[in-house]
């Protein structure tokens, strides 16, 4: 297809370099495809390996392969409106932002942690060691906390009752529970608890609601 001399092709040889171009093309496009399912696969190998979920990102903060159990994580921890493509558009941007790799990064975007609901998310940002076309990938660990209250009781309590509960689980005295608060108001939302839960002490209340 290559020659030296500055005579052009004839035009049997432009006929045969026609015939051949769609053939080549796809072999590259095929050759493309197998390096990307490999690519892919040593992705999944890496990630599987992480005892808590995971997923990569390229340096635009676009996913490029995850978890199975990463995408019901996402899903309970970000409403849909704060997602682009099932990545939480927070981090992407951080994604991009430590992508930079200059001096005005600020290295505490490698860690994110996140509360709610007395559970709690913690988040890793960390350089992969693999490269998609000698770009950098991240990953994106992901670490959850579980609340230490069985979650059927835990969806039977208000705000409040669950501040309560924490207290009854550390031992704290119902003047301790309420703090600058009404002792009063701290025996209700007790009363309210053991009704709830159908418990009659603290003692029973956390040995019977505490998570397994």
Known sequence: MYREASRAFSLRAQWLLQQLVPYIAKAMATVQELYAYRFENDLLKVISLEPNPSLVLNVLGRKVVESGTAIPLVAKW???????????????????????????????????????NGERLEVSFTASTLLWAGRMLWQVRMKEHSHWLRPEWHRLLTERELEVADGLFEGASNKEIAGTGSVETV???????????????????????RRS
């Open 187 to 209: 025996k209700v939302h007790v009363k309210s608890i053991f009704a709830k839960t159908g418990t009659h002490s603290r003692g029973e209340f956390v040995s019977k609601g």
């Open 78 to 116: 970000f409403s849909a409106h704060e997602l682009h493509d099932g990545v939480p558009q927070e981090w992407t941007r951080r994604v991009r932002e430590l992508s930079r790799f200059d001096e005005s990064t600020d290295p505490s975007l490698q860690a994110l942690v996140m509360e709610r």
